[in-house]
């Protein structure tokens, strides 16, 4: 049972920077992990995912904005943000599924993830 942690949302003004981190499985070259978001009156989105052996896909909406990374050693997923945007605020999540239960084609399908953190705001100030 693998039981996720997110940390480092906050309020930061737009333009500004945050850094997101997932305390995460503990075997993680047997998951592949995402992060999602979810703004006020809208569904949940994908905005990063990463497979257990490395590949990393972005929505559309954060490329060239947003990394995401991990600290293997510290079993821990980062998303790194910058130039952030107003319409960036939301709670954003991580996730994590066994590699073997997944298609990584289906990375952005919220429902391909078993295991989910409790989530952190992140607020934009336009």
């Known amino acids: 049972q693998a039981q996720l942690v997110e940390s480092g949302g906050g309020s930061v003004q737009a333009g500004g920077s945050l850094r997101l981190a997932c305390s995460t499985v503990?075997?993680?070259?047997?998951?592949?992990q995402g992060w999602f978001r979810q703004a006020p009156g809208k569904e949940r989105e994908a905005v990063a995912g990463?497979?257990?052996?490395?590949?990393?896909r972005y929505a559309d909406s954060v490329k060239g904005r947003f990394t995401v990374s991990q600290d293997n050693a510290k079993n821990t997923l980062y998303l790194e943000m910058t130039s952030l945007k107003s319409e960036d605020t939301a709670i954003y999540y991580c996730?994590?599924?066994?590699?073997?239960?997944?298609?990584?084609?289906?990375?952005?399908?919220?429902?391909?993830?078993?295991?989910w953190g409790q989530g952190t705001q992140v607020t934009v100030a336009s």
């Open positions: 996730a994590a599924v066994l590699t073997l239960d997944t298609d990584f084609r289906n990375w952005a399908d919220d429902y391909e993830y078993t295991y």
């Open positions: 503990h075997d993680y070259n047997q998951y592949c």
């Open positions: 990463i497979h257990s052996e490395g590949s990393i």
